[in-house]
């Protein structure tokens, strides 16, 4: 693919990366700050111009008219927005993705979206010229909610929802400590595929022989029911939550109170091609407690007025005299999402070493993960990570559907779907199998309501819709199913 982007900052830095692990691709990056341009020069193997991006000239000196798509990720919503309108006035079938931080531009296109959802079904241009809006706020918010709703652990919901893909540790003296992953078979009859195992800082796709051993972290995927059961496994006990502290009520915090407390339903990317119907409704969860602590006074009242159902203080959360005439260390969750991840960090791993025994902590990209399991902290999410990966879903090709980051970015999974000119048709999952490159995880037949979990005798044949996981970067899989010679 031909690809354009606009803003040369982490996310346009890091997708870049992304893009250029992928052989094939070819990068063009623009942006006018010249000490960005000068410092990538010498680490990116790809064009880069230093000058306004959303300057038709410069687009066309940069291919635009021949590009596959267009991703604008400065730090200006509008110019974001601008570049893309322009782009689709002329040139109409390059794709374009941007990301938007302003939640009131994204929610508004959201709600006319929906309101003339009829006629953005029909051959109508996207709204603003933009295919796919990003908004970050909503992509953190979500994962964390997806944390929370699943035992407060490191969730993946995949294919329609029912199978999830979450990490679990393995505790010293659990049945699982100390088998074969082949065996761990004979401890349950649920179906439940172990996708990845970390041991210390390294990672890996598994096979039968692998040891599963106390303190690995190993990547579970089974249909949603069935994960007590397999936590109980491993040495973890149930977690029930009762009293909830959320630490931060930005837009960030809010929109966590809003999908935890029921004020809202859950909103992923909005595809600006129509395709907004058919959400997944978010569960409301019952807290006995919910707790919000702020600083700021101005975001405090607004709280008070949103939330009547929690306690509101406009308090310092590091202030151990507040902490412990509220009694917040006997909290069963604390959700760290202010804007100062490193805070997040510190106060979560705080709350832990006081005995909470889940949290949940808001932090700048996946570096900092390995560092936030270190500090016990049981769930980060990187917020910058999820912009990537969700403009990354849009970038593999006509037949990719999404692609997520798991293990520190080490693998990813990607739904994508089987077509006509695949090389992989009518064969079984045992015929193309290489061990520790990829795994097959999920598979949808056409007509079919639900998905499955594959086995080495699944066929496949074409409009399948497969969820597999393989080395970051890695397109040896995705070439065989999408027919690519």
Same mark, same amino acid.
């Given at each position: ?352 070493? =006081?005995? @909470?025994?889940?949290? &949940?902590? $808001? #932090?700048?990209? /996946?570096?900092?993960?390995? !560092?936030? +399991? ?85 066929? =496949?044949? @074409?409009?399948?819709? &497969?969820? $597999? #996981?393989?080395? /970051?970067?890695?397109?040896? !899989?995705? +070439? ?6």
């Amino acid at each position: 693919m031909k690809i354009v982007i606009v803003g040369a900052g982490f996310t346009g830095t890091q997708l870049a990366k992304r893009l250029l692990n992928d052989a094939g691709n070819k990068v063009t990056l623009i942006d006018n700050n010249i000490e960005n341009v000068n410092s990538l020069r010498d680490t990116l193997d790809c064009t880069i111009t230093y000058a306004d991006g959303n300057d038709l000239q410069t687009l066309e000196d940069a291919g635009i008219s021949t590009a596959d798509a267009l991703v604008a990720v400065t730090e200006d919503d509008e110019v974001n927005m601008i570049t893309c309108s322009l782009v689709d006035a002329i040139y109409p079938d390059v794709l374009k993705i941007a990301r938007v931080r302003n939640y009131a531009y994204y929610m508004n296109t959201n709600k006319t979206l929906a309101h003339h959802a009829e006629t953005f079904k029909k051959n109508h241009r996207p709204l603003y010229g933009i295919d796919y809006m990003i908004n970050p706020d909503v992509e953190a918010a979500q994962a964390i909610v997806n944390a929370v709703e699943h035992g407060v652990s490191d969730v993946m919901p995949l294919g329609d929802g029912s199978y999830e893909l979450t990490t679990i540790k393995i505790n010293a003296g659990s049945k699982v400590d100390g088998i074969a992953l082949k065996d761990m078979r004979k401890l349950t009859d649920k179906q439940v595929i172990v996708v990845f195992v970390e041991k210390d800082d390294s990672s890996s796709l598994p096979v039968g022989d692998t040891i599963l051993n106390a303190g690995d972290s190993i990547g579970v995927l089974s249909h949603r029911d069935n994960l007590d059961e397999i936590r109980q496994m491993c040495g973890e006990g149930e977690r029930k939550i009762k009293k909830t502290v959320l630490v931060g009520v930005g837009r960030i915090g809010t929109l966590v109170a809003e999908m935890l407390l029921g004020n809202s339903t859950k909103q992923k990317k909005i595809p600006m091609l129509a395709k907004i119907l058919g959400k997944k409704k978010t569960t409301k969860k019952t807290f006995q407690r919910f707790l919000i602590v702020d600083s700021d006074k101005e975001m405090c009242d607004m709280a008070v007025n949103k939330f009547p159902d929690a306690d509101i203080f406009q308090e310092d959360i590091t202030d151990e005299n507040f902490i412990h005439e509220e009694e917040l260390d006997k909290s069963d969750l604390c959700i760290c999402a202010t804007h100062n991840h490193e805070l997040n960090l510190v106060v979560a791993s705080y709350f832990e070493a =006081l005995g @909470v025994k889940n949290t &949940v902590a $808001l #932090i700048t990209n /996946s570096a900092y993960s390995s !560092i936030a +399991e270190k500090m016990g902290v049981n769930v980060a999410v990187p917020i910058r990570d999820t912009v990537v990966d969700s403009i990354m879903s849009h970038l593999r090709g006509e037949n990719v559907r999404e692609v997520h980051t798991v293990s520190t970015g080490g693998f990813e999974i990607i739904e994508c779907d089987v077509p006509s000119k695949s090389h992989v048709l009518g064969k079984t999952l045992k015929e193309i199998a290489k061990p520790g490159k990829f795994l097959m995880l999920l598979i949808q037949k056409p007509g079919s309501d639900g998905y499955a979990l594959v086995n080495g005798n699944t066929t =496949l044949n @074409v409009g399948d819709h &497969v969820v $597999l #996981i393989q080395e /970051s970067g890695s397109k040896e !899989i995705l +070439e065989l199913i999408s027919g690519k010679d």
